[in-house]
């Protein structure tokens, strides 16, 4: 069975839990997915996060998540790819390409221009590949401020 890249569909839900818990290791920081927002963020009545799935013999061994958000400074809707991960085993097989790819082609769909997305500053195989796609780095720096529910 050939590796493919598709769309997420709701029975891939168990392995994306698994898959974004791993990608949060691979970038030494701790995720804790909660299963039913995290569904509801992608297969709800109303999606905020689009998400596709990398398959190598029928197994999901990788995912991309982005959203749409709106640059100021372009006046014009973007893509922030906010992950794309492959396990070790699924990589240097040209699927962090496809995924890119379907990326890319959702947002030509949509009348989108620019992608957007980060990646730490350690993982130097990410940068060659993310160039090698013939995206440019910006310098800045990424700040987080965690708020208490109910505030801000």
């Known amino acids: 069975m050939p590796a493919l890249v598709r769309r997420a569909a709701p029975g891939d839900m168990q392995a994306l839990l698994e898959l974004v818990s791993e990608h949060a290791a691979f970038e030494q920081a701790t ?16 999606p905020r996060l689009l998400c596709w799935v990398a398959a190598v013999q ?21 893509l922030y790819m906010d992950c794309l991960y492959l396990r070790a085993t699924a990589r240097n097989q040209g699927l962090g390409a496809r995924l890119l790819d379907a990326l890319r082609e959702h947002a030509r769909l949509a009348g989108i221009t620019r992608l957007q997305w980060q990646t730490p500053e350690w993982n130097q195989a990410a940068a060659r590949f993310y160039r090698r796609r013939g995206a440019r780095e910006l310098r800045k720096r990424r700040f987080v401020l965690e708020l208490e529910e109910g505030e801000g």
């Open 31 to 46: 995720a804790r997915p909660d299963a039913q927002a995290l569904s509801e963020a992608i297969f709800g009545p109303r």
């Open 58 to 78: 029928g197994a999901v061994a990788g995912y991309m998540t982005a959203t749409c958000d709106f640059s100021t400074w372009q006046a014009r809707p973007f």
